[in-house]
């Protein structure tokens, strides 16, 4: 496959292991820089709200299918989905997806009904404003991500972790392998399985107060546009 390298400068992800020997998929032969999503603090406002119930995360279906490189499949958000299908039961925990699919792909989203699931249409939250409500609405993020990301050991972090982060509101995020170079344990957990998952929830739940506190934090330290974007682009104009 030709991806045009030779017409591009600088090569940046969001994956922090990308280029280097913990990604499990090649780095195509160029250098790469890399960046978490920087999110302006002030127009997201820090709060604490215990009485706020309900684990959310926003996501988008894809219609595409599995990747194979080497032999090993890179599978889809699906698959992520499918490991915690059971978590609100196991966690006795209000568990919501707000979530943008392809109609073929509805009938494999029961399962998590099945399971106790709150499913809601992703289109409701379409602009920022309702956007921003629907995080301050919530008690924190559940961070699935695709399988191919997990597979990949990429380091991938999203660019939604930083706008709950900077809210305030804990994230309970699957394991990518970010947490090689961030600290987590506080504000930010990781998760590799179901039963992991449960845990999370469960410390998350047991210091509430305190992990809203690390969360802000962490973005006030590594998120914070005002730190991030000058040696971002420091490090580009260098290369």
Not at 4 to 27: C, E
Not at 76 to 86: E, I, P, S
Not at 131 to 154: N, P, W
Request: hydrophobic share 35%.
């Amino acid at each position: 496959m030709d991806f045009n390298l030779k017409k591009h400068d600088v090569f940046v992800s969001t994956g922090l292991n990308i280029g280097t020997p913990y990604a499990r998929v090649p780095d195509l032969g160029v250098r790469w820089h890399h960046v978490l999503p920087p999110v302006v603090l002030e127009h997201w406002p820090f709060q604490i709200d215990p009485s706020c119930r309900r684990f959310t995360t926003v996501a988008t279906l894809s219609p595409f299918g599995d990747v194979y490189y080497r032999g090993e499949r890179y599978g889809t958000k699906h698959d992520g989905l499918r490991r915690v299908a059971d978590l609100p039961r196991r966690a006795k925990a209000e568990l919501e997806l707000a979530v943008k699919y392809y109609r073929e792909e509805e009938p494999g989203l029961s399962h998590l009904k099945d399971n106790g699931w709150i499913l809601s249409d992703a289109a409701r939250i379409g602009d920022l404003g309702e956007y921003q409500a629907y995080i301050r609405r919530s008690r924190g993020e559940l961070g699935i991500v695709q399988s191919a990301q997990v597979t990949a050991r990429s380091g991938w972090f999203s660019d939604r972790w930083s706008h709950y982060l900077a809210s305030g509101k804990p994230i309970l995020a699957q394991s990518t392998d970010f947490e090689r170079w961030l600290p987590t344990g506080r504000g930010i957990l990781t998760f590799n399985d179901v039963d992991e998952a449960v845990d999370g929830i469960a410390r998350i739940n047991g210091d509430y107060v305190a992990h809203c506190r690390a969360a802000r934090e962490f973005a006030e330290e590594y998120l914070d546009h005002g730190k991030v974007l000058p040696r971002f682009l420091e490090a580009c104009t260098a290369s």
